[in-house]
């Protein structure tokens, strides 16, 4: 910092002015001690230049405020500072509409505009709109990149008529088409591949023919011939590794860095890259002696990588970035086993596509399209490295009028050849970057090579400042340079004016004079230290102002009562009150005078209490109110507010027609049970009432004077006596007959079993006494007839 600047900053401190702490805003807090420091705390902020403006003892940074706090003031809007950031478009060729004749790739637009300048104010947003367009006929370069390991031998053979195929494919979306073609193995070095002589020949088993290992070769430039293509890629053998994994990241590396080598267009770029394992990183090389980090530089000489014994694989996040810078898509073609792991990459490289490989690569040129019309739809943004303090933000207005923002406003999808879509990006500015230099950056979409340079200027000072007088009169007979209202002192100078030099001060803290009792607040932050004197500001009301050697004094900041200072009765000093006669206290707020406390018998609190501060506090805790004649538990007083209570709570009682004249002095309260009224407490005795109405219900209250104030507690529902249960009453009368009538039944039934069995007791006994003869009955008859058959045996026979 400029070292007269730094005197200035020693000197003022940090100060806030009162009116300022009442307001809060960041202008005032930034304690901005020139022109350019206050507009670049924020937008809203400005400088008045008006040498009138500042009241004595305000601080230079007083002049940075709001806006409208500098015109409430008294600055003059003539006289205030506050620069507005501005854009200016340097180049804006129209986006390519569809023509017939063909054009060359450097007169396709598709992004506009293509230059701009800004200038950017510190909190103020310049807001930039970008329009795409897809360019219809647009022409693409597509490097064929392929894995020539043992697992590849089928797939070689169908990719050796790629090139007329692709192309009689690919001129149904461009007239402009070239193809190149690469093949990579794997690093030169054990334990990759096997590095014995033989090996090294002819890395294949029993009679294979195969050729000698190799990181990664460069086939065929790109090329617009494509049976040129045919023809090499026919001639090209299968190679040979140990391990599963190959080398791939080395030759997309040195495809994406040696443009010259591969031929790249600034044109739609694709690579198909074509395996069917996975890939080392960076890391990996340690396995065979490889420590030094790829350096991602060009290394192909004749075509050949010639540095893959040298530096390790690249990392997956130096591949991206040389990727996008070289404006890359890419696209890997694998097969079914690893289409997981380059999905996963696929999330990590931007504007690339997975395609599922078959078996032999049959279906490579589909896979391609397919590919190609999913990274050519999709449009994303994406920004070089911002400055300090600079931070953008997007918005995208993409088809069917889609608005995305946040991340995804950098992007729009599912976009057609003629499709145009916009952004709108913000560019802020906070501060001003240390050299206060213009910067540049970049915005481009990925994957394509054009790009929207935009130049950024800061505005760090005020118009004002150009217009500084040096050795200006007014800063003390030309001790300094008058600038935006206020002086920048020359060396060796202090003070607003800079009236001061600083070996006119005994002690090295210009400061230390302005300090009560060696502290660290200034002036008791109300005054400015002026060569080691305090100047006391001034406040907005003239009647209120700071005072004493270190501006510690006010005469507004005393104690108040009843939203008075003093309340009413003395004046403030020094934030002490010195009260008016008969008044005492902080806040002269205590009365000496005794009138106040008569009570309606002219007794002072009505002999139940004493009079302090012109109040009564009474001795006997049953007496209450302004003079102690209040006595809420004393006998009669639930009868006599029962009639008040009723009218208001329930609109019922003798009182309900008078009862908004004669009952309203008291507050209600409503409660939902006998639980929710309050209890008594010593400082607020209160009684507890019970009575009924007319219509024999009871409602509960309590009654209670809080200071002057007569508060009631109503419980809201009235317990009334219940009428007779009809239903229950008729039940059981019901019951009771059908219980009778069964016990009736039950007990004639018992009688007659007793009578029953006394007569058949009866029966049994009078059976067994009787006597009957059981030899021969005089008229019984027997039906037997005996004769006597003369002719036999004079034997008898019963017929």
């Known amino acids: 910092m400029d070292l007269k600047l730094l005197f200035i900053s020693t000197l003022f401190g940090i100060i806030v002015c009162s009116r300022a702490q009442q307001e809060g805003n960041e202008c005032i807090k930034a304690n901005a001690l020139s022109c350019g420091e206050c507009i670049q705390v924020g937008a809203k902020c400005g400088w008045c230049t008006d040498t009138e403006f500042l009241k ?39 986006v390519t509409h569809r023509k017939k004749e063909k054009l060359r790739p450097e007169d396709i637009t598709q992004i506009q505009p293509q230059k701009l300048s800004l200038k950017l104010r510190s909190g103020e947003p310049q807001n930039i709109k970008l329009k795409f367009k897809r360019a219809e006929d647009y022409p693409i370069d597509l490097y064929y990149l392929m894995d020539l390991s043992y697992s590849m031998k089928d797939d070689l053979e169908n990719v050796k008529n790629l090139g007329t195929s692709l192309m009689k494919e690919m001129s149904k979306i461009t007239s402009d088409f070239r193809i190149g073609f690469g093949s990579f193995v794997e690093k030169t070095v054990m334990p990759y591949i096997s590095t014995t002589p033989a090996k090294l020949l002819n890395p294949c088993t029993g009679d294979q023919n195969c050729t000698s290992p190799f990181s990664y070769k460069n086939v065929l430039k790109l090329t617009s011939n ?33 443009g010259n080598h591969i031929g790249w267009r600034n044109v739609t770029r694709l690579l198909v890259f074509s395996t069917d394992a996975g890939f080392h990183f960076a890391g990996d090389g340690k396995l065979g002696g490889i420590v030094l980090p790829n350096d991602g530089k060009c290394h192909l000489k ?18 991206v970035q040389k990727l996008s810078e070289n404006n890359i898509q890419t696209i890997f073609a694998v097969t079914e086993e690893f289409q997981p792991v380059y999905k996963e990459l696929k999330n990590l490289i931007p504007k690339s596509a997975v395609g599922t490989l078959s078996a032999n690569s049959s279906n490579v040129i589909n896979l391609i399209i397919d590919a190609y019309n999913s990274l050519s739809s999709e449009v994303i943004l994406e920004n070089s490295k ?128 302005c300090r009560r009792d060696n502290g660290t607040d200034i002036c008791s932050n109300n005054g400015e230290c002026v060569c080691g004197t305090c100047e006391c500001k001034k406040r907005e009301n003239p009647e209120e102002r700071y ?17 008075k200072l003093c309340g009413g009765h003395g004046h403030c000093e020094c934030r002490v009150c010195i009260c008016d006669a008969n008044y005492t206290g902080s806040a002269c707020d205590c009365s000496l005078d ?46 006599e507010h029962k009639e008040c209570v009723q009218c208001r709570a329930f609109g019922t009682g003798e009182k309900k027609d008078t009862c908004e004249r004669d009952c309203g002095g008291f507050n209600l309260n409503m409660v939902k049970d006998r639980d929710k009224l309050p209890q008594p407490v010593q400082a607020f005795p209160l009684m507890h009432c019970k009575e009924r109405d007319a219509n024999d219900c009871w409602f509960y209250y309590t009654y209670a004077v809080n200071n002057t104030e007569k508060e009631v507690h ?31 039944l039950l007990i004639w039934k018992l009688l007659m079993i007793i009578h ?14 009787a006597k009957w003869d059981t030899t021969e009955n005089p008229i019984y008859k027997s039906p037997i007839n005996k004769f006597r058959n003369p002719n036999y045996g004079r034997k008898a026979v019963a017929l």
Do not use: W
């Open 56 to 94: 004595q003892g305000e601080p230079t940074s007083a002049r940075c405020d709001e806006l409208e706090s500098l015109k409430k003031r008294g600055c003059s809007e003539t006289k205030m500072e506050n620069p507005h950031g501005s854009q200016r478009i340097l180049k804006n060729k129209n």
């Open 226 to 258: 494509g049976h040129q293509f045919n023809s090499l890629v026919g001639k090209q053998q299968i190679s040979g590794n140990l391990d599963s994994p190959e080398g791939g990241f080395d030759a997309i590396m040195q495809v994406a860095v040696c």
């Open 302 to 319: 004749d075509g050949m990588y010639t540095m893959s014994h040298y530096y390790d694989y690249p990392s997956i996040a130096h591949l």
């Open 386 to 513: 911002l400055p300090e303090g600079v931070t953008i933000t997007y918005q995208s207005r993409c088809k069917n009028g889609l608005v995305n923002e946040g991340e995804n406003g950098r992007k729009c999808s599912n976009i057609s050849i003629g499709d145009e879509v916009s952004f709108n990006i913000n560019i802020t500015a906070q501060g001003c970057p240390k050299q206060g230099k213009p910067e540049t950056i970049k915005i481009k979409p990925l994957g394509f090579t054009e790009e929207v340079e935009i130049e950024l200027n800061f505005i760090c000072e005020c118009d004002c400042h150009k217009h500084g007088i040096k050795n200006s009169e007014m800063c003390h007979n030309g001790n300094g340079t008058f600038e935006c209202g206020a002086c920048r002192c020359n060396k060796g100078r202090v003070g607003r004016q800079c009236e001061c030099r600083k070996d006119e001060v005994s002690t090295e803290d210009l400061d230390k004079n």
């Open 547 to 563: 005072s004493g050697k270190f501006c510690e004094c006010d005469n507004f900041n005393c104690d108040r009562s009843n939203n």
């Open 594 to 639: 005794t009138f106040t406390c008569l009570a309606s018998n002219k007794q002072i609190c009505n002999g139940r209490g004493t009079c302090e501060c012109g109040t009564c506090r009474c001795t006997d805790p049953k007496f209450q109110g302004p003079t102690c004649e209040i006595c809420p538990t004393c006998p009669g007083v639930c009868t």
């Open 714 to 744: 109503v419980v809201e529902v009235l317990e009334c006596p219940a009428g007779p249960d009809i239903i229950p009453i008729v039940a059981g009368v019901v019951a009771g007959i059908v219980l009778i009538g069964l016990a009736l």
């Open 756 to 769: 029953d069995r006394r007569e058949f007791a009866k029966f049994e006994k009078e059976k067994m006494n």
